[in-house]
Nanobody, 120 residues
């Protein structure tokens, strides 16, 4: 199994910055795509940013130019640098990874989430 643990959430004023981290551990053979999702109260979970094993990235339109996703495969880490935060970015942010525990056994894994609150 693979465990994902997020950290770095908190309370910040509008215009401020936060850096989220996701640490992957366990029986990791390799990790394909990794992603950040978020879920605001009363809303569905949405994909915020994704990064492939090759380093290609994609973002939801609402965060383009403000958020940057990155990964460090040597440390099994993923990050989300969030600048220019807005109150509408308030949500629980979840780490997601498609990981292999052997050459053929792949599953989707989720972290427990970290709260980001942006005050106006």
């Amino acid at each position: 199994q693979v465990q994902l643990v997020e950290s770095g959430g908190g309370l910040v004023q509008a215009g401020g910055s936060l850096r989220l981290s996701c640490a992957a551990s366990g029986n990791i053979f390799s990790i394909n795509a990794m992603a950040w999702y978020r879920q605001a109260p009363g809303k569905e979970r949405e994909l915020v940013a994704v990064i492939t094993a090759g380093g290609s990235t994609n973002y939801v339109d609402s965060v383009k130019g403000r958020f940057t996703i990155s990964r460090n495969d040597a440390r099994n880490m993923m990050y989300l640098q969030m600048n220019g935060l807005k109150p509408e970015d308030t949500a629980v942010y979840y780490c997601n990874a498609e990981a292999y525990i052997s050459s053929y056994d792949v599953s989707d894994y989720w972290g427990q989430g970290t709260q980001v609150t942006v005050s106006s």
